[in-house]
């Protein structure tokens, strides 16, 4: 009889107890997925309707689900009556050593985060950023990867690129050619306006608005220079670029219009 009293009593203090913390506790956890879930479904529809990177999208899904996860935990383990207090420290210490031996890293975490979000540049685009210049291939969370025009790849830190001066040559549909062209002093500066102007005009990706300027920019020493600049789209830079060059120092060749070489005279006084 006294077996069976103290049996029953154990059951009632604590066999029962700790069967409802129990299942309260896998109720919680349970519950709480559940919950976690539609929460994570929402914010990636709200994310994607706002127009983010797929990338960035799952890298914000899975931060979330990690902080959902570890709070739901918590609220499991503080049901079965864990204290919770010496837990949540040493995760907050662990974070900030870890924060604080990956201080690089994460420097260019965010600046990839920043990229992606107000996206100063695409893939495919054709930049210069922290010293280099090439077509961007890949923007990931921490590097960006670019193709120079003689195929080599790099591999650049984001931190290096969102912390300096980006030129981004892709940005606008139209560009501007700006070239220098030189004739001599004895040249006919009218001549050789028109010559260039001809070469404008015949040349179909050069565009008629904004008209292209030809215009004498400086008496230098040994020259007149003009400044040609016309307007291109912006995949005909180079190839227009570098057909005009060729094409106005032939014609300056035909015409004997001279592109004279930078020279000094020299006076030299000799006493008798």
Request: charged share 20%; proline share 3%; hydrophobic share 50%.
């Amino acid at each position: 009889m006294l077996d069976a009293f103290n049996f029953q009593e154990m059951v009632n203090a604590y066999v029962i107890p700790w069967g409802i913390n129990i299942v309260m506790a896998v109720a919680i956890f349970v519950i709480g997925r559940w919950i976690a879930g539609i929460l994570l479904n929402v914010a990636d529809k709200m994310l994607k309707k706002a127009g983010m990177d797929d990338m960035l999208v799952s890298f914000v899904h899975s931060i979330l689900n990690a902080l959902l996860l570890l709070f739901i935990v918590i609220a499991s383990l503080n049901q079965l009556g864990v204290d919770t207090t010496s837990f949540i420290a040493l995760i907050g210490a662990a974070g900030l050593a870890v924060g604080l031996a990956l201080q690089g890293s994460l420097q260019n975490f965010a600046s990839g985060v920043l990229l992606i979000v107000f996206r100063p540049f695409k893939v495919g685009h054709f930049i210069e950023a922290a010293g280099v210049s090439g077509v961007v291939e890949e923007i990931g969370i921490f590097s960006t990867r670019m193709k120079t025009g003689d195929n080599r790849e790099i591999i650049v830190p984001n931190g290096a690129i969102y912390g300096g001066t980006i030129t981004n040559n892709s940005a606008r549909d139209t560009r501007r050619i700006d070239m220098v062209f030189g004739i001599g002093y004895d040249d006919d500066i009218r001549k050789a306006k028109e010559i260039m102007q001809s070469i404008l005009d015949a040349d179909a990706r050069v565009l008629k608005e904004p008209k292209p300027l030809i215009a004498v920019a400086e008496l230098a020493d040994s020259s007149v220079n003009f400044n040609v600049r016309p307007w291109v789209k912006a995949g005909d830079y180079w190839g227009v670029k570098f057909d005009v060059t060729e094409k106005i120092k032939l014609a300056f060749d035909d015409a004997g219009i001279s592109i004279p070489y930078p020279q000094m005279d020299i006076h030299l006084d000799r006493p008798e």
